[in-house]
C-alpha cells in the first residue's frame, strides 16, 4: 500500500449486514439507516439485538441470510479476539461480498484470520476512532463517528472495489477514512489510546489504600488523569492483551521518564539543585507533546471565547440569558457552568467565535446582564 | 495537634492584608470583601496589584503598614519557596497579629521559616485546594473555595486564638478548614496533585516526536489523561521542587507498576497467557482507585440525571429549550452540548435533579422538542 493518509471514499454501500449490536456496531447501523442504506442486524444476545432493531437500526437477519443474495459490506462488530471466528462464519454463509471489523487492534485479528484459513481477500480490517463512555445499543448514536478519523488497512490481496466499499461505508458513518497500514495503526493507537488508559490506572492505582482524608483533597487534574481508568476493566484488558507488543513499549519508556524524574526529585530533595532540570526537561516535553494533540472535542476548544457572565441559580435564568445571546444574532457553541454551592448564582461561560464573542458580551451588557470582569486571557485547554 | 480533620471555625477576621494578588491572593481578598472584612492588598507587581484594586478586591496598603495599627491576619499568596522571606519582612513590619500563607507545600516554608528566623508561633501555614487553569487576578473569584478543603497545619507554638483566626478566615471564603499535620499534607498532595502533575507529563512526552497521523487518532481520553501537563510548566516545577521527597516516592511506585505491566505485555506477546492476570490486576486496582476519589466538581456529577435533546445548530435554539425547560418548572442544574461536526444538528443534554428528569423530558418532548431515544443507563463519570 502507499504512504498513510486520507483515503479517496467510495459510495454509500445499497446493502450492509452489522453483526454485533453494541455500541459502535448499532451507531454504524443507525448512521447507514439515517442515509437511507438498507441494514440486517445480527446478535448472540437477543436482548441487544431487540433494541437495536427497535432504535430503527435495521431488520433482524433471516435465518438463511440476506434476502436475494448477499449484501455488499458486513460488519464485525466485537471484540479483536473474536473477529477471525466471526468472519470465518460469515464467509462459510456468504453473507456478504466484502468483509470489515471495528476492532481497535489490527495486526491480530488478521493474523487468527490467516490461521483460520479465513479468504483474506474479502476481508478490509478497519477501525472507527470512535466511542463513549457508556456501551450497549442505547448508546449507539448515528452521528457517533462525525469527523472521526477511521482507519482501514487494506491487504495487497484486496480487490480495489472492495476497498471502495469500506471507505464508502466509513464516509457514509460521517467518519474521515484513513488508510494506514496495520502495523502502523496498532503502534499508534498503543501510543495515544491504550498505553494512556494503563498509565491513567498506575495512577489510580496509588489511590486504592490511600488515606480517605488524602483524596478529599483531590481536585479536577486528579480526576482528569485517571478518568478513564474508571470504567470498561473487561474490554480494556481484551484491548491490552490483543495489543501487548506496542503498548508494553510505550509504557516501559514513560516508566523510564518516570524513574528518571523520581531520580531528580531524589537528588533535589538531598540538595542537588543541579537536578531541577531533568524535572523542567519532563514537564517541558510533556506540554510540547499536549500541544500537538490536535484541537479537543466535544466540549468548549481554543477556537472559540468565551464570555462570562453571572446568573441567578433558578429555573429560566438560563433561558433569558440565551435568549438574549439569540437576540444579539449569536450563535453560542457552547455552554460551561460554574456551579457555586452555598452561593445564589453561578457563572454560565457562553461561548462564541472569537469575531462574535465581542457582540456577544456587549449586547449582554447591554440587555442588564453582569457581564464578568475584564476579558478573560488565553485559555488553558 | 489531634488526629486530622476537620476544624471548628472562628469568626471572620475583621481586616485582612493579602499580600500577592494574584489568583489565589486576589480571590481570598473578594471572598472576604464579599462578606465585609476590611482587606489591604500588596503585589509587588504594580499592574496585578491595580487589577486586583479595580476588582474590588480591597485598598492598596500603604507603605506605612496597615492605617490603625496590625490587621488580624495576613495571607502569603506566593510560590512556596518565597513564602519565608515575605514572612520575615511582614513580621519586621508587624503589618498582622497572626500570619498564613497558601502555598502547595507546607514543610519546605515551615523550614525555611524556622531557618531564617521567623517568629513561628504567629505563623498558623495554610493551603486551600483550589485554583483553576487561568492565573492573575483577572481570573480570581470570590467563590474560588466554596466547598473546597482548606488545610491547615498548625504549630505546637501557634495560639488557639490565632488558629481560630485562619481557621475563620478559610471558611468565611467558604472552604472546609481541615486540620492535617505539615507532613501529612505534603504527602497527600503529593499523591493527589503533584505526582499526577507528572505522569501527564511523562505520557504527553511520548507524544512530543510522534507521526502527525498517529496524533490525529487521538480521543478525549488522551486528552483528559494529558491535558494537566499542558499548561503551568514553571509553577509546577517550583511545586514539584518544593514536594520533591514525597512526589518522588509516588513516581517510583507508578514506575514499579507500569513496568509489571510492561514485563506482562512482553510475556503476553510472547504466548504466555497467565501473564494477563498482572494486566488485569493494575486495571482493577486503578478502576477501585478512581472509585475513592469523591464526586466532580465544576460539571455534571452523578448526582443528576441528564435529559438528551436533538438540536438544530443555529442561533437561538438553545434558548427556545431552556424556554421550554423553564415552562417546565425544572432547574437545569448544568448543560453540555455534544457537536456534531458535518450535522445540522446537536444534541444537548440537560442535566436536572433525577427526580425532575422524567418530568422534563415529558415537558420538551410535549413541546414538540425531539427527545432522544430510551432513558439512557447508568453514567460514567
Redesign the interface.
Known amino acids: 500500500m502507499t504512504e498513510?493518509?486520507p483515503a479517496p471514499s467510495g459510495p454509500i454501500p445499497a446493502s450492509t449486514v452489522v453483526i454485533g449490536t453494541g455500541l459502535i456496531g448499532t451507531s454504524v447501523a443507525l448512521a447507514l439507516r439515517a442515509r437511507g442504506a438498507r441494514v440486517w442486524l445480527a446478535d448472540s444476545d437477543d436482548d441487544a439485538l431487540r433494541?437495536a432493531v427497535s432504535?430503527g437500526a435495521g431488520q433482524p437477519l433471516p435465518p438463511g441470510g440476506v434476502p436475494g443474495g448477499p449484501a455488499e459490506v458486513a460488519v464485525l462488530a466485537m471484540p479483536p479476539a473474536a473477529v477471525a471466528a466471526e468472519l470465518r462464519a460469515a464467509q462459510g454463509r456468504r453473507l456478504a461480498r466484502c468483509y470489515t471489523d471495528v476492532a481497535s487492534v489490527k495486526e491480530l485479528p488478521l493474523a487468527a484470520a490467516r490461521e483460520l484459513g479465513c479468504d483474506l481477500a474479502s476481508y478490509v480490517p478497519g477501525h472507527p476512532?470512535?466511542?463513549r463512555?457508556?456501551s450497549?445499543p442505547?448508546?449507539a448514536?448515528a452521528?457517533l463517528f462525525?469527523?472521526?478519523?477511521w482507519?482501514l488497512c487494506p491487504q495487497a490481496a484486496n480487490a480495489d472495489d472492495d476497498v471502495r466499499l469500506v471507505t464508502g461505508l466509513a464516509a457514509a458513518c460521517?467518519a474521515v477514512p484513513?488508510l494506514?497500514p496495520a502495523a502502523?495503526h496498532d503502534?499508534?493507537?498503543a501510543?495515544?489510546?491504550h498505553?494512556?488508559?494503563?498509565?491513567?490506572?498506575?495512577?489510580?492505582?496509588?489511590?486504592?489504600n490511600?488515606?480517605?482524608?488524602?483524596?478529599?483533597?483531590?481536585?479536577?487534574?486528579?480526576?482528569?488523569?485517571?478518568?478513564?481508568?474508571?470504567?470498561g476493566?473487561g474490554m480494556?484488558?481484551q484491548i491490552?492483551?490483543a495489543n501487548?507488543?506496542p503498548?508494553?513499549?510505550?509504557?516501559?519508556?514513560?516508566?523510564?521518564?518516570?524513574?528518571l524524574?523520581?531520580?531528580?526529585?531524589?537528588s533535589?530533595?538531598a540538595g542537588d539543585e543541579a537536578a531541577?532540570k531533568q524535572?523542567?526537561d519532563?514537564?517541558?516535553?510533556?506540554?510540547?507533546?499536549?500541544?500537538?494533540?490536535?484541537g479537543?472535542?466535544?466540549?468548549p476548544t481554543s477556537e472559540f471565547s468565551p464570555v462570562q457572565v453571572v446568573i441567578p441559580?433558578?429555573?429560566?435564568e438560563?433561558?433569558r440569558l440565551?435568549?438574549a445571546?439569540?437576540e444579539a444574532?449569536?450563535?453560542?457553541?457552547?455552554?460551561t457552568?460554574?456551579?457555586?454551592?452555598?452561593?445564589p448564582v453561578g457563572?454560565a461561560e457562553l461561548w462564541a467565535r472569537p469575531e462574535s464573542a465581542p457582540a456577544l458580551a456587549s449586547a449582554l451588557a447591554a440587555a442588564g446582564w453582569p457581564v464578568a470582569?475584564?476579558a478573560?486571557?488565553s485559555?488553558?485547554?
Open positions: 498513510p493518509g433494541l432504535l476512532l470512535s466511542g463512555e457508556r450497549g442505547a448508546a448514536r452521528d462525525s469527523g472521526r478519523p482507519v460521517g484513513l494506514v502502523e503502534q499508534w493507537v501510543l495515544v489510546s498505553a494512556p488508559h494503563a498509565v491513567a490506572a498506575a495512577m489510580a492505582a496509588r489511590l486504592e490511600a488515606p480517605a482524608l488524602a483524596l478529599a483533597l483531590a481536585g479536577q487534574g486528579l480526576r482528569d488523569v485517571t478518568r478513564i481508568a474508571g470504567s476493566t480494556w484488558l491490552l492483551a501487548a507488543g503498548a508494553g513499549e510505550v509504557l516501559r519508556l514513560v516508566a523510564a521518564d518516570l524513574i524524574a523520581a531520580d531528580a526529585l531524589d533535589l530533595a531541577v524535572v523542567e519532563l514537564l517541558a516535553r510533556g506540554s510540547a507533546g499536549v500541544g500537538r494533540i490536535p479537543k472535542h466535544g466540549g441559580d433558578r429555573p429560566g438560563l433561558a440565551l435568549a445571546a439569540g444574532g449569536v450563535n453560542v457553541e457552547d455552554i457552568i460554574e456551579h457555586s454551592p452555598g452561593l457563572v470582569g475584564p478573560a486571557g485559555i488553558a485547554s
